[in-house]
């Protein structure tokens, strides 16, 4: 399977900048997308940017012209910049990519969540 692991994240005053990051172990065949989500406390998950295997991007208004996502040309890692952050983009952030891992018996579908990482903005 394939194992997701998150890092950055921490308290930020309201305006200020901070980076995430996630990582995938496993044998990985190809990615279908990659995703950050977060959830706020007695709130649902909500996807906040997705980038995909061709490059395509999208943002949700809440975060967009703020929130960068990015990935290495390999697609081994996903990124989020997040600036001018907000005391409501306080959450878990999650990641979640999609995609083909290699077995035996040939490739097989994967959706796989980060552990999450808090992020606070606040003053």
């Known amino acids: 399977q394939v194992q997701l692991v998150e890092s950055g994240g921490g308290l930020v005053q309201p305006g200020g900048s901070l980076g995430l990051s996630c990582a995938a172990s496993g044998n990985i065949f190809s990615i279908d997308a990659m995703s950050w989500y977060r959830q706020a406390a007695g709130k649902q998950r909500e996807m906040v940017a997705t980038i995909t295997s061709g490059s395509l991007i999208w943002y949700s208004d809440s975060v967009k012209g703020r929130f960068t996502i990015a990935t290495d040309n390999a697609m081994n890692t996903v990124k989020l910049q997040m600036n001018s952050l907000k005391p409501e983009d306080t959450a878990v952030y999650y990641c979640?990519?999609?995609?083909?891992?290699?077995?035996?018996?040939?490739?097989?579908?994967?959706?796989?969540w980060g552990q999450g990482t808090q992020v606070t903005v606040s003053s």
């Open positions: 979640y990519w999609s995609g083909y891992y290699r077995t035996d018996r040939g490739p097989e579908r994967f959706h796989s």
